[in-house]
Protein backbone atom coordinates (compact mmCIF):
# COMPACT_ATOMS: atom_id res chain seq x y z
CA UNK A 1 0.00 0.00 0.00
CA UNK A 2 0.95 3.67 -0.70
CA UNK A 3 1.27 6.29 2.18
CA UNK A 4 2.19 8.94 0.41
CA UNK A 5 0.51 11.05 -2.22
CA UNK A 6 2.77 13.81 -4.29
CA UNK A 7 0.94 16.36 -6.07
CA UNK A 8 1.42 17.22 -8.92
CA UNK A 9 2.01 14.21 -11.00
CA UNK A 10 4.06 15.90 -13.31
CA UNK A 11 5.68 19.77 -13.47
CA UNK A 12 7.62 21.10 -15.98
CA UNK A 13 9.45 24.74 -15.73
CA UNK A 14 12.02 26.52 -16.82
CA UNK A 15 15.88 26.49 -15.81
CA UNK A 16 16.45 29.29 -13.06
CA UNK A 17 12.58 28.76 -11.29
CA UNK A 18 11.89 26.94 -8.13
CA UNK A 19 10.09 23.86 -8.19
CA UNK A 20 7.31 22.59 -5.45
CA UNK A 21 6.62 19.12 -4.85
CA UNK A 22 4.18 18.18 -2.17
CA UNK A 23 3.15 15.24 -0.33
CA UNK A 24 0.52 13.69 1.76
CA UNK A 25 0.24 10.89 4.14
CA UNK A 26 -2.24 8.90 6.11
CA UNK A 27 -0.43 7.70 9.43
CA UNK A 28 1.78 9.29 12.55
CA UNK A 29 5.28 9.34 11.52
CA UNK A 30 8.73 9.51 13.35
CA UNK A 31 10.21 10.83 10.03
CA UNK A 32 9.60 11.67 6.60
CA UNK A 33 12.54 11.38 3.42
CA UNK A 34 12.64 12.51 0.14
CA UNK A 35 13.92 10.72 -2.64
CA UNK A 36 15.22 11.42 -6.85
CA UNK A 37 15.02 8.75 -8.87
CA UNK A 38 16.80 9.40 -12.18
CA UNK A 39 14.28 7.60 -15.23
CA UNK A 40 15.52 3.82 -14.84
CA UNK A 41 18.40 4.79 -12.24
CA UNK A 42 18.39 3.62 -8.63
CA UNK A 43 17.32 6.29 -5.30
CA UNK A 44 19.21 9.00 -4.13
CA UNK A 45 18.27 9.99 -0.54
CA UNK A 46 17.78 13.92 -0.38
CA UNK A 47 16.60 14.79 2.63
CA UNK A 48 15.11 13.50 6.11
CA UNK A 49 12.94 15.24 8.32
CA UNK A 50 12.17 14.13 11.93
CA UNK A 51 8.61 14.57 13.40
CA UNK A 52 9.34 17.56 15.31
CA UNK A 53 11.10 19.60 12.74
CA UNK A 54 9.21 22.20 10.79
CA UNK A 55 11.51 23.00 8.30
CA UNK A 56 14.79 22.16 6.96
CA UNK A 57 17.16 23.25 4.27
CA UNK A 58 20.24 21.11 2.09
CA UNK A 59 21.94 23.21 -0.53
CA UNK A 60 19.04 24.06 -3.08
CA UNK A 61 16.41 22.01 -1.06
CA UNK A 62 13.74 22.88 1.36
CA UNK A 63 11.65 20.97 3.15
CA UNK A 64 8.59 20.97 5.57
CA UNK A 65 6.71 19.61 7.19
CA UNK A 66 3.75 20.38 8.70
CA UNK A 67 1.91 16.91 11.27
CA UNK A 68 -1.15 18.52 11.61
CA UNK A 69 -1.87 18.81 8.22
CA UNK A 70 -0.08 15.30 7.50
CA UNK A 71 1.57 16.87 4.14
CA UNK A 72 5.12 17.66 3.53
CA UNK A 73 6.60 19.95 0.91
CA UNK A 74 10.11 19.91 -1.40
CA UNK A 75 11.14 23.02 -2.56
CA UNK A 76 14.26 23.49 -5.56
CA UNK A 77 15.39 26.86 -5.77
CA UNK A 78 17.12 27.68 -9.01
CA UNK A 79 16.40 24.69 -10.60
CA UNK A 80 18.70 23.36 -13.23
CA UNK A 81 18.47 20.52 -16.26
CA UNK A 82 20.30 18.35 -14.36
CA UNK A 83 16.96 18.38 -11.68
CA UNK A 84 15.04 16.59 -14.21
CA UNK A 85 13.98 13.49 -12.12
CA UNK A 86 11.16 11.47 -10.34
CA UNK A 87 10.58 12.64 -6.50
CA UNK A 88 9.14 10.64 -4.03
CA UNK A 89 8.63 11.39 -0.29
CA UNK A 90 8.54 7.81 1.25
CA UNK A 91 7.66 7.32 5.36
CA UNK A 92 7.90 4.03 7.50
CA UNK A 93 5.54 1.18 7.07
CA UNK A 94 3.37 0.10 10.74
CA UNK A 95 6.64 -1.70 11.48
CA UNK A 96 8.79 1.13 11.54
CA UNK A 97 11.08 -0.60 9.63
CA UNK A 98 10.35 -0.75 5.80
CA UNK A 99 9.70 2.54 3.79
CA UNK A 100 6.33 2.85 1.56
CA UNK A 101 6.33 5.53 -1.13
CA UNK A 102 4.29 8.17 -2.68
CA UNK A 103 3.14 8.17 -6.50
CA UNK A 104 6.25 10.34 -6.99
CA UNK A 105 6.09 13.66 -9.04
CA UNK A 106 8.04 13.96 -12.25
CA UNK A 107 10.35 17.10 -12.82
CA UNK A 108 11.08 18.20 -16.10
CA UNK A 109 13.56 21.47 -16.23
CA UNK A 110 14.24 22.84 -19.49
CA UNK A 111 17.21 25.11 -20.33
CA UNK B 1 30.84 4.49 2.61
CA UNK B 2 26.64 2.81 2.70
CA UNK B 3 26.82 1.26 -0.69
CA UNK B 4 24.37 -1.24 -2.05
CA UNK B 5 24.77 -3.15 -5.15
CA UNK B 6 22.59 -5.36 -7.06
CA UNK B 7 23.69 -7.54 -10.18
CA UNK B 8 22.89 -8.07 -12.54
CA UNK B 9 21.84 -4.37 -13.54
CA UNK B 10 19.47 -5.65 -16.02
CA UNK B 11 18.55 -9.47 -17.66
CA UNK B 12 16.49 -10.39 -20.47
CA UNK B 13 15.13 -14.08 -19.62
CA UNK B 14 12.15 -16.32 -21.57
CA UNK B 15 8.98 -16.66 -20.20
CA UNK B 16 9.03 -19.89 -17.58
CA UNK B 17 12.89 -19.33 -16.79
CA UNK B 18 13.46 -18.30 -13.20
CA UNK B 19 15.53 -15.21 -12.80
CA UNK B 20 18.24 -14.29 -9.52
CA UNK B 21 18.75 -11.33 -8.74
CA UNK B 22 21.44 -10.46 -6.05
CA UNK B 23 21.60 -7.27 -3.68
CA UNK B 24 24.86 -6.78 -1.25
CA UNK B 25 26.22 -4.40 0.97
CA UNK B 26 29.39 -3.86 0.74
CA UNK B 27 30.42 -1.86 3.27
CA UNK B 28 28.37 -3.09 6.09
CA UNK B 29 26.19 -5.28 7.49
CA UNK B 30 22.86 -5.38 7.00
CA UNK B 31 20.33 -6.93 8.97
CA UNK B 32 17.51 -6.10 7.32
CA UNK B 33 17.13 -5.77 3.78
CA UNK B 34 13.83 -4.88 1.80
CA UNK B 35 12.46 -5.31 -2.03
CA UNK B 36 10.73 -3.03 -3.88
CA UNK B 37 9.18 -3.40 -7.43
CA UNK B 38 8.61 -0.52 -9.74
CA UNK B 39 6.51 -1.03 -13.18
CA UNK B 40 6.98 2.02 -15.74
CA UNK B 41 6.57 5.70 -14.46
CA UNK B 42 4.50 4.15 -11.33
CA UNK B 43 6.51 4.69 -7.81
CA UNK B 44 8.27 1.77 -5.54
CA UNK B 45 6.00 -1.05 -4.39
CA UNK B 46 7.44 -2.97 -1.40
CA UNK B 47 7.11 -6.54 -1.95
CA UNK B 48 8.69 -8.01 1.04
CA UNK B 49 11.09 -7.51 3.94
CA UNK B 50 14.43 -10.05 4.69
CA UNK B 51 15.84 -10.57 7.85
CA UNK B 52 19.09 -12.45 7.97
CA UNK B 53 18.81 -16.26 9.20
CA UNK B 54 14.99 -16.33 9.12
CA UNK B 55 11.96 -16.22 6.65
CA UNK B 56 11.30 -13.51 4.34
CA UNK B 57 8.13 -11.17 5.22
CA UNK B 58 5.87 -10.47 2.01
CA UNK B 59 3.40 -7.75 1.94
CA UNK B 60 0.11 -8.79 0.63
CA UNK B 61 -0.40 -9.85 -3.39
CA UNK B 62 3.20 -10.43 -3.18
CA UNK B 63 3.54 -14.47 -3.79
CA UNK B 64 6.06 -16.10 -1.58
CA UNK B 65 5.92 -19.06 -4.14
CA UNK B 66 6.62 -17.31 -6.98
CA UNK B 67 9.41 -15.12 -5.50
CA UNK B 68 11.78 -16.63 -2.96
CA UNK B 69 13.93 -14.92 -1.06
CA UNK B 70 16.92 -15.89 0.76
CA UNK B 71 19.30 -13.77 3.44
CA UNK B 72 21.73 -15.81 4.15
CA UNK B 73 24.23 -13.22 4.83
CA UNK B 74 24.69 -10.21 6.70
CA UNK B 75 25.18 -8.72 3.80
CA UNK B 76 23.65 -10.82 0.75
CA UNK B 77 19.93 -10.87 0.18
CA UNK B 78 18.67 -12.96 -3.04
CA UNK B 79 15.28 -12.64 -5.00
CA UNK B 80 14.34 -15.29 -7.53
CA UNK B 81 12.01 -15.16 -9.75
CA UNK B 82 10.81 -18.38 -10.80
CA UNK B 83 8.33 -19.60 -13.92
CA UNK B 84 8.56 -15.80 -14.87
CA UNK B 85 6.07 -14.53 -17.16
CA UNK B 86 5.99 -11.01 -19.38
CA UNK B 87 4.10 -9.58 -16.15
CA UNK B 88 6.89 -10.12 -14.27
CA UNK B 89 9.00 -7.29 -16.53
CA UNK B 90 9.62 -4.42 -14.21
CA UNK B 91 12.82 -2.94 -12.00
CA UNK B 92 13.32 -4.84 -9.11
CA UNK B 93 15.46 -2.41 -6.26
CA UNK B 94 16.46 -3.41 -3.09
CA UNK B 95 17.38 -1.72 0.11
CA UNK B 96 19.74 -2.16 3.52
CA UNK B 97 19.30 -1.44 6.75
CA UNK B 98 22.25 -1.18 8.87
CA UNK B 99 22.72 -3.39 11.80
CA UNK B 100 23.60 -0.25 13.37
CA UNK B 101 20.42 1.53 12.16
CA UNK B 102 18.88 3.89 14.90
CA UNK B 103 15.34 4.93 15.13
CA UNK B 104 15.42 7.15 11.93
CA UNK B 105 15.15 3.86 10.13
CA UNK B 106 18.31 4.61 7.74
CA UNK B 107 18.31 2.57 4.61
CA UNK B 108 20.30 2.41 1.38
CA UNK B 109 19.19 1.81 -1.84
CA UNK B 110 20.98 -0.44 -4.59
CA UNK B 111 20.92 0.87 -8.25
CA UNK B 112 17.91 -1.70 -9.54
CA UNK B 113 18.34 -4.53 -11.81
CA UNK B 114 15.68 -4.18 -15.15
CA UNK B 115 13.84 -7.35 -15.86
CA UNK B 116 12.44 -7.79 -19.08
CA UNK B 117 10.69 -11.15 -19.29
CA UNK B 118 10.14 -12.05 -23.47
Known amino acids: SQQGEEDPQALSIQEGENATMNCSYK?????LQWYRQNSGRGLVHLIL?????REKHSGRLRVTLDTSKKSSSLLITASRAADTASYFC???????????FGKGTTLSVSS | GAVVSQHPSWVICKSGTSVKIECRSL??????MFWYRQFPKQSLMLMAT?????????EQGVEKDKFLINHASLTLSTLTVTSAHPEDSSFYICSARPRTSGPLNEQFFGPGTRLTVL
Open chain 2, 50 to 58: SNEGSKATY
Open chain 1, 27 to 31: TSINN
Open chain 2, 27 to 32: DFQATT
Open chain 1, 49 to 53: IRSNE
Open chain 1, 90 to 100: ATANQAGTALI
